[in-house]
């Protein structure tokens, strides 16, 4: 069965502290790995997508990489804007190839 | 930006009775999808909808759900008889293409089943 796994489940930073974010994922065939924003009560913002392993998308303080098993996020020098959720989701091939299979996200906080 | 727009932000109903969500997608867009999230939940995917037909749903998409695209701009999610457990956020997203191509996700509507 296709799934995804995040860790930590929260993390807490002070301003300034780098870290990674982890998203293990097991499916049949991966057609692209995303990674999204959530902020709350709101609907997940598009950050990154990844196709292949050894793919690398960078963004401001953020850096997505890709392997054949996992995805990290990795966070240089952190603020407190940057206070979310970050989800990670999977579009598996050849079965459902449409549909997102998210993980359960990360609740990152930075603290000034 | 273009960007994905759902109403009503918050539905309250009543067990039992008949919902439908509204949603925009981004106008050059061709495939949509509904997912829920419950509070404390993961994002699920219910529905993805292609050239006017349903091409993938999931388990949680029974038959209390239909979805419709009524015109060139609009895409809804009926619930037929509301339950308790449909309380969620939905949210309505869109895509240029399928396989691996980025699906742009709208606000939410927060449904209050009571």
């Known amino acids: 069965e296709d799934q995804v796994t995040q860790s930590p489940e929260a993390l807490r930073l002070q301003e300034g502290e780098s870290s990674s974010l982890n998203c293990s994922y097991t499916?049949?065939?991966?057609?692209?790995l995303f990674w999204y924003r959530q902020d709350p009560g709101k609907g997940p913002e598009f950050l990154f997508t990844?196709?292949?392993a050894g793919e690398e998308k960078e963004k401001e303080r953020l850096k997505a990489t890709l392997t054949k098993k996992e995805s990290f996020l990795h966070i240089t020098a952190p603020k407190p804007e940057d206070s979310a959720t970050y989800l990670c989701?999977?579009?598996?091939?050849?079965?459902?190839?449409?549909?997102?299979?998210f993980g359960a996200g990360t609740r990152l906080a930075v603290h000034p | 930006e273009p960007e994905v727009t759902q109403t009503p932000s918050h539905q309250v109903t009543q067990m039992g009775q008949e919902v439908i969500l509204r949603c925009v997608p981004i106008?050059?867009?061709?495939?949509f999808y509904w997912y829920r999230q419950i509070l404390g939940q993961k994002v699920e995917f219910l529905v993805s909808?292609?050239?006017?037909?349903?091409?993938?749903k999931s388990e949680i998409f029974d038959d209390q759900f239909s979805v419709e695209r009524p015109d060139g701009s609009n895409f809804t999610l009926k619930i037929r008889s509301t339950k308790l457990e449909d309380s969620a956020m939905y949210f309505c997203?869109?895509?240029?293409?399928?396989?691996?191509?980025?699906?742009?996700f709208g606000a939410g509507t927060r449904l209050s089943v009571l």
């Open positions: 499916v049949s065939g991966l057609r692209g």
């Open positions: 997203a869109s895509s240029e293409r399928t396989g691996g191509n980025i699906q742009y």
């Open positions: 989701a999977v579009q598996a091939a050849p079965r459902g190839y449409n549909k997102l299979i």
């Open positions: 909808f292609y050239n006017n037909e349903i091409s993938e």
């Open positions: 990844l196709y292949s």
């Open positions: 106008s050059n867009h061709l495939y």
